[in-house]
């Protein structure tokens, strides 16, 4: 070894290195979220060895390609939590901007006339003659779906609608919906398997913030 090297210290790894790596493999899983059209978020829950819960939330997507879809999950949080369960998940997809919401401008002004409601069945009747022209194309691209699949050479959903996407414009969009469901729980346990890798005996006293950080950073080692 180098006489002049200097070893980092370890105040410089717990306090800037390792929040520089966490703010970066944020951004860039949000940055991978908000270009999808379908995020299913499961979660699970798991103590350590000094019987800290620990809540998981996980984000699932349909990953499109030219040639290939793939499914991926990325660790959104991992978060020592002691309040209600509910409360914990709607606050870790709260801060990680993962809601679908809907904004309306009210102006209270006196001087404003009333807004004139519309009649009850208006928006029904309205939404009903749109859809009508595209029932039939759905029904006919369903038909198409089934015998498709039943010619098939492949069982690999994803490699179907890799290659039949464009064939089937709309019902694509619902099967990455489905998708992007996972068919088992394997991606959410395997977070915390991770993390009783990290928390070895030996590491008993590890503080519960830097053990969520790194379980983070351990299952989304490939964004870094």
Same mark, same amino acid.
Request: net charge positive; proline share 4%.
């Given at each position: 070894?180098?006489?002049?090297?200097?070893?980092?210290?370890?105040?410089?790894?717990?306090?800037?290195?390792?929040?520089?790596?966490?703010?970066?493999?944020?951004?860039?899983?949000?940055?991978? +979220?908000? /270009?999808?059209?379908?995020?299913? $978020?499961? /979660?699970?829950?798991?103590? @350590?060895?000094?019987?800290?819960?620990?809540?998981?939330?996980?984000?699932?997507?349909?990953?499109? &390609?030219?040639?290939?879809?793939?499914?991926?999950?990325?660790?959104?949080?991992?978060?020592?939590?002691? @309040?209600? $369960?509910?409360?914990?998940?709607?606050?870790?997809? @709260?801060?990680?901007?993962?809601? @679908?919401?809907?904004?309306?401008?009210?102006?209270? &002004?006196?001087?404003?006339?009333?807004?004139?409601?519309?009649?009850?069945?208006?928006?029904?009747?309205?939404?009903?003659?749109?859809? &009508?022209?595209?029932?039939?194309?759905?029904? /006919?691209?369903?038909?198409?779906?089934?015998?498709?699949?039943?010619?098939?050479?492949?069982?690999?959903? $994803?490699?179907?609608?890799?290659?039949?996407?464009?064939?089937?414009?709309? +019902?694509?969009?619902?099967?990455?919906?489905?998708?992007?469901?996972?068919?088992?729980?394997?991606?959410?346990?395997?977070?915390?398997?991770?993390?009783?890798?990290?928390?070895?005996?030996?590491?008993?006293?590890?503080?519960?913030?830097? $053990?969520?950080?790194?379980?983070?950073?351990?299952?989304?080692?490939?964004?870094?």
């Amino acid at each position: 070894m180098d006489s002049k090297y200097t070893p980092i210290s370890r105040r410089t790894i717990s306090e800037k290195r390792i929040p520089e790596l966490v703010r970066k493999v944020k951004e860039t899983v949000l940055k991978k +979220l908000e /270009t999808r059209s379908s995020v299913s $978020l499961t /979660t699970d829950l798991w103590s @350590d060895r000094r019987l800290r819960s620990f809540l998981g939330v996980t984000a699932h997507v349909c990953s499109e &390609s030219k040639d290939f879809y793939a499914i991926e999950s990325y660790l959104l949080e991992c978060r020592r939590f002691t @309040d209600t $369960l509910l409360s914990e998940v709607e606050n870790i997809i @709260d801060s990680e901007g993962a809601t @679908d919401s809907g904004a309306m401008n009210v102006d209270s &002004s006196s001087d404003s006339p009333p807004v004139k409601s519309p009649r009850l069945l208006s928006r029904y009747k309205a939404h009903k003659k749109r859809n &009508s022209a595209q029932d039939s194309s759905v029904v /006919t691209q369903i038909s198409k779906y089934f015998d498709a699949i039943n010619d098939s050479d492949t069982d690999n959903a $994803l490699f179907f609608w890799a290659k039949n996407h464009d064939r089937f414009q709309q +019902l694509h969009k619902l099967a990455l919906k489905v998708l992007s469901v996972p068919a088992s729980s394997a991606p959410v346990e395997r977070i915390f398997s991770r993390g009783g890798i990290i928390m070895r005996p030996h590491r008993a006293c590890l503080g519960h913030r830097m $053990l969520q950080t790194l379980i983070f950073l351990k299952c989304n080692q490939t964004l870094l």
